[in-house]
């Protein structure tokens, strides 16, 4: 439960508040000799990018990423990697009206009682701004990963009930909804810029893949891959639920409709006729693709106007001004794909560390 | 990801194969001068204990607990607490025929992938048995929890689709199912012995609320009570989904119907008109009621043939027979109460830890 | 600051008290596929054992482990090894007498400070027979650094001033002081039982050398070797300093003298023509031999009349009688072994993970 | 054994080399509302930057540090607190020369074998210039200490078995080396200056004392508040020894001369008569005054002519030039200030967390 630290061996440590000077991050326990550049991390931040699309938020920033130290012509060195974010379009005056007004669905009021007091700005540290530092570590997560044939994509899998029927991976960055399937992509945005334009917001389903994982990663009993993905997933601004393979679908299943029962490959290894499992036996990969979906809530700060009390316990009126994402799914793929990476990575460290 | 140890400050260190010589743990943290006993713990086991109905397993535990250290007169020392449950009933002779053979569902080929050997007898360490000793350590955490005014109750919310639309809590152990709805807990227990008789099983969902549950606690970004709460109970042996407040279906809502709009209390506090939020705020407890749900797979060993694959790469068919529970549900329900305690006590002295 | 858990990777958590039910710890992490038998770690454990020779204490523990988990038909599975040992020879009406006296250079007090109650048969949790588990623990480290060259060997360097001139490892296990000069062990000796006829008791000084450990190990800067091992031996009862190399002589040291100069071996890599920096630089172990010495009180249970206060605050006179180490040095060999071996499992590991 | 981050709940993680772009930490788990500016960290920083008298390097660093989050309005707000201070007089190419050849009792050979490459400007990560950061995070800690009325200092005590006989801690800043004897510092100060002109360096023993601490903070066994004192300031630069209390002296004392005999308060407690212990028992702090003592090595960097090797196996002699200490105790002292208190804010936490 620290709070700020990701990871075992693989450990990011996160900072920044979202109107504060700069957000960042310090990944410490990266192997050494990996080629890491600016570049690497920026092509992945900007995918998070407030203002890429009509169904993002307009707020814009730069989101340029500074490398600190831990890498040294070119190379990582083994020692910590400092990551720096200089926060930019803070437009902080337009929080001034909101400093004494509990937001409905936001976290002012819980990290009120929590701390005795809260940087109102912009949520804070409760923005979801403190995502580009989770990116920016997922980044140095995805080259190491690609380095031993791991690969971690994520997508749109529904917005507000439309679903993704087919899953053409390269169909994913070609549309602003970053959906794998081109028509239900237009309808997902139609949906979205509908609710924008009545000043609403929707919910979505990111899934998330990761493809070439090796059997044998996940440290039973607590520490099940399953578990630690649903953490690292769940700790995401607006998830609300975590699911693997068949998840909740799975408890309407009979055990024979659930089990993946097994045929033989040339090389006599078992290979599953399904994937209900998801990839993971009793907490550990079992060489299957991985597959995880969350639950994205529709954004909290909407146009529309909203009971609610301020601090003084007075009852009130807001309607949220200003520039907000009207569905959080486009932005939290490539948030959710650096999650995963980092709960592989450091999987895989774990795994690598038994081998005497 | 540290495999077998639990929590940050009130840390469950759990040991034992399903048919080894014993299971355990190690509670370590444990404030002092708390009154505790045997009995203690042995009321929350024989909550999980095999042989508690016609929908459970008919294998037969005792399980009787012992405890070795950290508890002098009728107090804890506030020094490690190591808890014993000697094995007996372990019929190793039943899985003989199993020992060569991959059971579908069935942890036993990601364990020999990653170990490179593994105790076949019962699943060994991937059996459903070792949540005893998480059952045991979540006796004393909620001994604690109560001294605080805080209650875990968990129950069966759904069995294949039949889901319990009453919330009885005083009728949940009055049923073998463990379900709040006494007219549901009866189609549901229906279902279950139909599904036994058939040599299959069914799934669900149980439910989690924490009632009496300060605001302040959980620590973001990482270690959100959410995620926290994620990890806990994905980490449960077939455990597929979680999802915290409205989860999965607020999805499908808007964000001016998903938000909980305020109202002032009496003394002026904001008080939520509903909880889709399900009692947590950007990782945070807001002081409402807690409320999570786990999708629980069908159990894996079902008498009926299923095709597989044994080590030589071999196919085959395999029937499990033996004493299966046809629907974990209700055994699950006392462990799902056991991980949550354990997350909201450590989370409780963290927050603690900060008073200043 | 984990209590009762020592290490990252490779993890042992411990439990018990002096003269409790039993005493033992879980190893977690350790790698699966070693052959393990009770017999190993009981060979450990005898050498640690009361009652061996008469410079030590009378009392009488067979101490047998046992094995309750985590190894498979003489191998280890991967998952967590449980090892149990039941007392048995506690008098513990020997201490009704104690039971409101606070014992000077014990931690009678303290503990009472700190839990608001305390176990005070035989030391409860401050006993050195704690580290009967830290010996047993410590025998499964060694057979994993054995495998890969390293081993760990401790001796008693000085009692009472009288310091070895000759390190004749072969004589270590020769002597009841376990000192490397069989000249020298008798003066210690003779010294030991005089004190110990005298009512009284000695200090010493145990250096541990660490011999084959590959360039490398270290987790800077703060993990740093040497760091790990002044912790690890810190926390063994009756210690109050560690030094590594020259130690604390090098203060005394010009730069010029203190450096270790280089020269070149036959293949080209750098010597240091002496070892003062003890195997250690910048907190990496640089492929020399490991040294390190750790100061060890004389025993704070003597015969001799000594002034205290009761709980009540009334002063008093103690003698403590009972069975006491005269000089806790022979036995704190194995200890001081053990806890280094744990360091150098756990930085071998870490430095594993990281190969990629 | 978690390289960069130090602590449990208030865990400062640190980053940078020493000719990189900058260096700093973040400090998590901080409690909140504590009044923190940047001016409460310069204070301390100053006394350990280097160019503040003749006895310290030249080498000039302004070592302004910058709060870059977890500060709001002049108060911690509970979330990560970012410090950075950019480098600035890097004279890297003063290393050129050094780039290929191993520095004796540098640590330039172990960390090229741990890392396969090295930032060989200035030591890169292996630099004293990492500690700047610990005492930023230091300066936290000791204001969160102040106010539970706890207070660590520490003093240069010997330069090269030149002791410091009188304690006066008033005159411990008065004078360049830090020492509270006044007459001791003199011969001190003309020693280092003797050495720093004879091209070579000096070592000595700094002390540190914690004063107003309350008995009951350490986690036995092995988190120990000892054990955790000795990992914290091994973890130093040039720290090759640690002791608390009598140290290794005890080692010649008899248990009857080394136990700390108790006489009764005027409230009835026990009093100890000495305090040979160093204010800890069995791991846990007994309410005397702590005190802990740690061997300095003489720099590594001299300018006199020494035997190395290069990286190509060829045999070389190399002379230093630059700046460098010629006696490191003066910038040790708050150095070890910092972590002393690191460790205490975390047992303090700790202790707090289980107030049931």
């Known amino acids: 439960m620290t709070g700020n630290t990701f990871g ?31 570049a690497d991390l ?3 931040l900007d995918r998070r990018r407030p203002g890429q699309s009509g169904v993002t938020t307009a707020r814009k920033e730069s989101d340029r990423v500074e490398i600190l130290s831990g890498v040294f012509e070119g190379k990582t060195l083994g020692t910590p990697i400092a990551l720096l974010i200089r926060n930019e379009d803070a437009r902080s005056k337009d929080y001034d009206a909101l400093k004494e007004v509990f937001r409905p669905g936001h976290a002012d009021y819980a990290y009120l009682q929590k701390f005795g007091l809260v940087d109102h700005r912009g949520g804070g540290r409760s923005s979801g701004r403190e995502t580009a ?8 997560a995805k080259k190491l990963l690609a380095l031993q044939g791991i690969r971690v994509i994520a997508f749109t899998r529904a917005v507000a009930g439309i679903e993704a ?3 053409d991976l390269a169909a994913i960055e070609a549309n602003p909804v970053r959906c794998p399937d081109p028509a239900a992509a237009k309808r997902m945005e139609e949906a979205i810029l509908a609710a924008k334009a009545a000043g609403d917001s929707l919910g979505g389903i990111v899934e998330i893949q990761v493809k070439g994982c090796p059997a044998g990663l996940g440290e039973p009993v607590f520490g099940k891959l399953d578990a630690e993905l649903a953490k690292a997933l769940m700790s995401l601004p607006a998830v609300k639920g975590v699911e693997v393979g068949a998840g909740f679908a799975a408890t309407r299943l009979k055990g024979s409709e659930n089990n993946d029962s097994y045929t033989a490959s040339e090389d ?3 290979v599953p006729a399904t994937n209900r499992a998801g ?8 060489g299957e693709e991985i597959i995880a979906r969350i639950a994205v809530k529709p954004p909290s700060s909407i146009a529309l106007p909203q009971k609610t009390v301020d601090h003084a316990g007075r009852e009130t009126e807001i309607a949220i001004q200003g520039r907000h994402d009207p569905c959080l799914c486009p932005r939290v793929v490539p948030v959710a ?10 999987a895989l460290m774990m795994q690598k560390a038994r081998q005497w």
């Open 8 to 38: 075992t061996l693989f450990r990011v440590t996160s900072f920044g508040e979202s109107h504060g000077k700069a957000i960042g991050c310090i990944i410490d326990g990266c192997p050494s000799n990996l080629a890491l550049s600016e």
């Open 42 to 44: 920026q092509k992945e």
């Open 133 to 140: 530092a989770r990116v920016a570590a997922g980044a140095v």
């Open 165 to 167: 029927q087919a899953t």
């Open 268 to 270: 006599d290894q078992p």
């Open 279 to 286: 990839g993971v036996l009793g907490g550990i990969s079992s």
């Open 337 to 346: 794909e650096a999650m995963a990476a980092l709960v592989l990575v450091d």
